[in-house]
């Protein structure tokens, strides 16, 4: 979704250019089991970075859809981070775009 997210604009602003996509690339690291090192904390920053500094509402929307997911999941990424998942079913729910950059 936040791949999608990032690559749905015209990339005229800084946080679609620049923001929006680096998110999107980080977030696979946390969706599977193994190492984060400091990417939840680089995400929230980049989320800071992004927010409010736009033409529209789009990043800032894509930034709460990012905080909610850090929020709602943050069990199951803890249990990512000591190399558990506690997914019984591992396909991917939505269609993921290829990557158009
Ligand atoms: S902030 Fe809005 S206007 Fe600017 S590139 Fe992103 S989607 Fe387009």
Known sequence: MLRY????????????LNGL???AATFPTLAAPGPQGG???DI????????????????????RLVRSALTTFAAELDAHAAGHCTATDHSPLLPVPANRS
């Open 5 to 16: 997210l990032a690559l749905e604009s015209a990339g005229q602003c800084g946080p679609c």
């Open 21 to 23: 996509p680096r998110i």
């Open 39 to 41: 990417t939840r904390e």
């Open 44 to 63: 929230a920053r980049w989320a800071g970075l992004v927010e409010g500094r736009r033409a529209c509402h789009h990043p800032d929307g894509t930034v």
